[in-house]
């Protein structure tokens, strides 16, 4: 299984909504990330869990909450968006954090901040 | 830091052979990715160089000369199902991914 599932694969949600957006694999990798996409631009680095643990937050407003609550799942809460939120988010895992192995990407989360 | 050179935008004719160009400047090398995206699907991985020369996998090839700072992706026999974006993918000096700003390939009967 070469699969990252991410769900839901759309999402509308008001800016005073809480929401969460959910990724996983089966791959035994121990790297997950998340990354925002606009459209026509290169994904961007969020944050990146290693061994189930933060090891990189890109200065992301604090709207923006990961979690990993084991080596197969992780979280990204949402509060209190605002509309330039708005974009795809990827997940992605690799083998482990060293930059010799290529991720994996989900299919991704289409947000929309009203 | 980094900087990621690539083309923004390229069309080329079903059959033909299209080569995508990428230069970039890291301080320390850990290689260089491939990935290709279809409008609203999420990346999927390419290839990987890290040795100077060329690796071919199918109608694919990337090529890497880390003197000059250079790679490109060499597509054969385009399909229309080729039409997607290219990103050119570097590690930086902590393992983060940096991305190029990806070329869009758009490939015509």
């Known amino acids: 299984d070469t699969e990252v599932t991410q769900t839901p694969k759309h999402l509308v949600m008001g800016m005073t909504n809480k929401k969460s957006l959910k990724c996983e694999q089966h791959?035994?990798?121990?790297?997950m990330y998340w990354y925002k996409q606009k459209a026509k631009k290169p994904p961007e680095l969020m944050f990146v869990?290693?061994?189930?643990?933060?090891?990189i937050n890109e200065s992301v407003p604090s709207r923006f909450s990961p979690e990993c609550p084991n080596s197969s799942l992780l979280n990204l809460h949402l509060h209190a968006l605002q509309p330039e939120d708005s974009a795809l988010y990827l997940c992605?895992?690799?083998?482990?954090?060293?930059?010799?192995?290529?991720?994996?990407f989900g299919p991704g989360t289409r947000l929309t901040v009203t | 830091g980094q900087n990621i050179d690539q083309p923004t935008e390229m069309t080329a004719t079903e059959g033909a052979i299209v080569q995508i160009n990428c230069t970039y400047q890291?301080?320390?090398?850990?290689?260089l990715f491939w990935y290709q995206q279809h409008a609203g699907e999420a990346p999927t991985f390419l290839s990987y160089?890290?040795?100077?020369g060329l690796e071919e996998k199918g109608r694919f090839s990337s090529f890497l000369s880390r003197s000059k700072g250079y790679s490109y992706l060499l597509l054969k026999e385009l399909q229309m199902k080729d039409s997607a974006s290219y990103l050119c993918?570097?590690?930086?000096?902590?393992?983060?991914?940096?991305f190029g700003t990806g070329t869009r390939l758009q490939v015509f009967p």
């Open positions: 992605a895992s690799s083998q482990d954090r060293s930059s010799v192995y290529e991720q994996y």
């Open positions: 791959m035994g990798h121990r790297a």
């Open positions: 869990y290693s061994y189930e643990k933060l090891s």
């Open positions: 890291t301080s320390g090398f850990n290689g």
């Open positions: 160089n890290v040795l100077d």
């Open positions: 993918a570097v590690p930086d000096n902590t393992d983060k991914l940096i």
